[in-house]
């Protein structure tokens, strides 16, 4: 189905749960009264349990709360959350049109990915495994870690620091490849 209704709201997270949650619900709510189901993009594993977030490497205040189905009884629609590389992967398959299978990479504070394969009309993301495929990478290249150790955000890093960051990228996708 197409969405009637589809809007992007961000907003930093602020580590405190409740904090976080009061914010999101209160963004729900601005964006309108009527609601018929609500799509969530999260950082994390979904895999376990699809209502409650595992192995949240930057949002560990997030995990085993059950925000599914708290936000599910406050607008009284059904509540779809998936990880947000896999939710990046199927809608680049979908809307660039993709007809190849692909593997997605996803690079912020954290790195993760997912294969994208097609069965006919189907287009199938899987999470990749993080521990499996991506905690090296993300040790090496993710935001969160790359701030630690330049003790700064990435930008306030400079062309060099950049440099030294893209060589490890490099080094850490031929791996994964």
Known sequence: TTPLL???VEYMNTHDFQTDYARM?????????DITAIGISFPGDWTGNPSK?????????????PFVQTISKEFGCPVYIENDAVCGARGTAYHEKVSDDFVYI?????????????????VVATQLVWATYMKS?????????LEKKYGKPGDQLNGEEWQ??????????????
Request: charged share 25%; aromatic share 8%; with cysteine.
């Open 6 to 8: 589809v809007q992007r």
């Open 25 to 33: 619900i209160e963004e729900i709510h601005k964006i309108s009264s």
């Open 53 to 65: 977030l595992s192995l949240p490497t930057h949002n560990i205040d997030w995990e085993d709360k």
């Open 106 to 122: 996803t690079w912020g504070t954290g790195i993760g990915g997912a294969q994208v394969t097609h069965d006919g009309d189907t």
């Open 137 to 145: 990478f993300e040790g090496a290249c993710g935001g969160a870690n």
């Open 164 to 177: 030294v960051i893209m060589i490890d990228f490099q080094s850490e996708l031929e791996k994964f490849i």
